[in-house]
C-alpha cells in the first residue's frame, strides 16, 4: 500500500508539472497560430456523445496520439457520468470539450473551463500526451475535476477557492459514486491531503489568502466540513450534495456569474440548514482552521501500518461517511443514456 501511495503522489505532482509546462506552451501556440481565444483553435476531428441530459462536443487538436480516438472518447465520457451522477444530470445542456495533443509527452494536463464562450454554455479544454497509456486516462482526476467546474455560477478571484475547492472535493466522490472508484482510495487520499489547506502564519482567511494550499484544500476542507455538518444537523437525510444540486436547480451554472451569498444562500436553502452562509462567515476574513483530527474520528477513518487508511463503521458518524460516497440515483445515467453519435470531420 505504502508503494501505491508514493505512485501515486508522483503521478499527481508529474501531472501537475506537466499542467504549467503545457500550459504556458499552448498559450504562446495560440498567440502564435491562430492568434485568438483556446475555443478558436484549429479543430481536425470531432465527435459528439450524450450523458445525462447534455450533448457534449469532443473535438480534437491536430497532432498524433499512440492511443485510438474511442479511448479518448470513453475517458471523457466516464468524467462526463461522474459528474451526472453527483448532481443528477450533466450540470450544463451543452459542452465543448477541446483536446489538445501535446507532441513526445504522455499523461493529461493543463486543464482550463470557461462559462459562455464561443456559443457554449462550458467549454473545457485539456492536453493529452502523444504517449498516453489507458491506464493514464483510467486514473486521471483532471477531466472530472474540469467537469465540476461547470456545475456552480461563476466567481470573483476572491471566491476562486470555491470553485477549486468544489472541484477538488467532489471528483473522487463523484467517481466513487459512478463506481470508477473504491471508497477506500478517496478516502486515503483526503486522509493524506486535506491537511494541505490548513492555514499558515500570516493567513486572512479563504477570502483574501490566494496560496495554492489555500485555494485547492483550503476550499476543499470548507466543503468536507460543510458536508459532514449539514449531514449532522439533518440525520443524514441531506448533506453537500443537495445544497450543490439546490444551486445548480437554481440556475447556478459556469455561464453565470453570481454573488457567492447567493449561492450559499439557495444551497442552505435546499438542505433548510444555515450551514453554508455560517461557515462562509466564519472563514472568508479569518484563518478559522478545521478540526480534521475530529472529522476523521467521527467518520472512522484513521491510517493502517502501511501507509493507507483503515475504515471503522463502528464510528459514530460511519453512516455519514457511507452516505457521502452513495450514490443516491447513480441508475438514472447509465445505460441507453450513454449514446454516442456519428463520427464528423470538422
Not at 505532482?13 to 501556440?29: D, K
Not at 486514473?139 to 470555491?162: G, K, L, R, Y
Amino acid at each position: 500500500m505504502a508503494g501505491d501511495v508514493a505512485v501515486h503522489d508522483r503521478r499527481r505532482f508529474c501531472s501537475l508539472l506537466f499542467a504549467s509546462a503545457i500550459e504556458a506552451l499552448a498559450q504562446r501556440g495560440a498567440r502564435a497560430q491562430w492568434g485568438g481565444p483556446p475555443w478558436r483553435a484549429p479543430v481536425a476531428s470531432s465527435r459528439t456523445v450524450t450523458v445525462g441530459g447534455a450533448s457534449i462536443q469532443i473535438d480534437f487538436s491536430a497532432g498524433a496520439i499512440d492511443l485510438p480516438p474511442d479511448a479518448i472518447i470513453d475517458w471523457v465520457e466516464h468524467a462526463a457520468r461522474a459528474v451526472a451522477t453527483y448532481y443528477g444530470r450533466y450540470p450544463v445542456p451543452r459542452e465543448r470539450v477541446l483536446v489538445v495533443f501535446v507532441p513526445d509527452e504522455s499523461g493529461v494536463g493543463g486543464g482550463t473551463t470557461w462559462g459562455d464562450v464561443g456559443g457554449m454554455p462550458a467549454f473545457t479544454r485539456i492536453h493529452v500526451g502523444q504517449h498516453t497509456k489507458r491506464e493514464d486516462l483510467a486514473d486521471d482526476w483532471m477531466m472530472t475535476h474540469e467537469m465540476v467546474h461547470t456545475a456552480f455560477p461563476s466567481q470573483t478571484d476572491e471566491h476562486h477557492w470555491i470553485e477549486e475547492g468544489l472541484a477538488t472535493y467532489i471528483e473522487p466522490i463523484a467517481r466513487v459514486q459512478a463506481g470508477f472508484l473504491p471508497p477506500e482510495r478517496i478516502w486515503r487520499d483526503m486522509f493524506r491531503d486535506m491537511r494541505k489547506g490548513n492555514p499558515k502564519d500570516g493567513d486572512r482567511g479563504l477570502d483574501q489568502t490566494h496560496t495554492w494550499g489555500r485555494t485547492y484544500w483550503g476550499g476543499a476542507q470548507f466543503c468536507l466540513l460543510a458536508d459532514v455538518t449539514i449531514r449532522k444537523l439533518t440525520r443524514n437525510a441531506k448533506g453537500l450534495q443537495d445544497a450543490l444540486r439546490g444551486i445548480l436547480g437554481a440556475g447556478g451554472t459556469i455561464d453565470h456569474e453570481w454573488p457567492l451569498t447567493k449561492a450559499f444562500s439557495l444551497g442552505d436553502e435546499a438542505t433548510a440548514t444555515h450551514v453554508l452562509m455560517n461557515q462562509y462567515g466564519e472563514m472568508a476574513n479569518a484563518p478559522k482552521p478545521v478540526d480534521l483530527d475530529a472529522i476523521w474520528k467521527d467518520l472512522g477513518v484513521d491510517a493502517d501500518a502501511n501507509g493507507g487508511v483503515r475504515l471503522d463503521d463502528a464510528a459514530p458518524f460511519a453512516s455519514i461517511r457511507q452516505a457521502i460516497t452513495r450514490a443516491p440515483d447513480a441508475a438514472k445515467n447509465r445505460g441507453s443514456d450513454n449514446k454516442k453519435q456519428k463520427a464528423r470531420s470538422s
